[in-house]
Structures are given as structure tokens and as C-alpha cells.
């Protein structure tokens, strides 16, 4: 089992920065992929970022060249840089672990941080 705690979250204007963290507990998670979704209201949950153990990254079109996502294993914690914020950016983020057992994805979830973006 692993808890992920998310942390960094505010208001920002926009074109300002937030710096977001993900703290896992429970299980060491050097193995799994670890990312970040976001869900605006009234608009479904959609993926921000990911990173594989590996240190590989993918991101949305939407916040490439803006968002950097990186993980610490040795903290057990993934974060996400945003810079140059934008109203549209404004959501819940939520940030996950994924590690495959048996052949099953086992997914985990924080409770979400909120950031807002004021224009």
C-alpha cells in the first residue's frame, strides 16, 4: 500500500510559478512510475505528466516547454515545476504511483492540491 501526499499548491497570477511535491509513504516507490493529473471543474481528470524509474518524461502538449516533472528516489517524492502559469492551468492536481504486479497495474492516488491561477 502507498499514501502520496501532495503539498504546494495556491494562488498564483498569471505568468507566476509553482513548485509542487509528492511525498510517498507506505512503500518504497524507486520502481514505479510516478506522474501528475489535474482535474478542472467540470472538465474530466487529465494527465499532466509522468516519469518512468527509469527518469523518463512525458507531458501533455498543453503544459510542455512550461512544467518539468522529476522525481527524488531517495526522498520517495516526485515533483512538478510549473512555470508561467496560466488561468487555464487552474485545477486540482493530483499526483499517482503505478507499479505492475503480476501483470496488473496498481495505481495510487494523493488526495489532490488545489492550484489556482488568476488572470
Known amino acids: 500500500q502507498v499514501q502520496l501526499v501532495e503539498s504546494g499548491g495556491g494562488l498564483v497570477h498569471s505568468g507566476g510559478s509553482l513548485s509542487l511535491s509528492c511525498i510517498a509513504s507506505g512503500s518504497n516507490v524507486v520502481n514505479d512510475t510516478l506522474g501528475w493529473y489535474r482535474q478542472a471543474p467540470g472538465k474530466q481528470r487529465e494527465l499532466v505528466a509522468t516519469?518512468?524509474?527509469?527518469?523518463?518524461?512525458n507531458s501533455d502538449d498543453s503544459v510542455q516547454g512550461r512544467f518539468t516533472i522529476s522525481r527524488d528516489n531517495a526522498k520517495n517524492t516526485v515533483y512538478l515545476q510549473m512555470n508561467s502559469l496560466q488561468p487555464e492551468d487552474t485545477a486540482v492536481y493530483y499526483c499517482y504511483s503505478e507499479r505492475i504486479i503480476f501483470g496488473i497495474p496498481i495505481t495510487y492516488w494523493g488526495q489532490g492540491t488545489q492550484v489556482t491561477v488568476s488572470s
Open positions: 516519469i518512468t524509474s527509469s527518469g523518463r518524461t
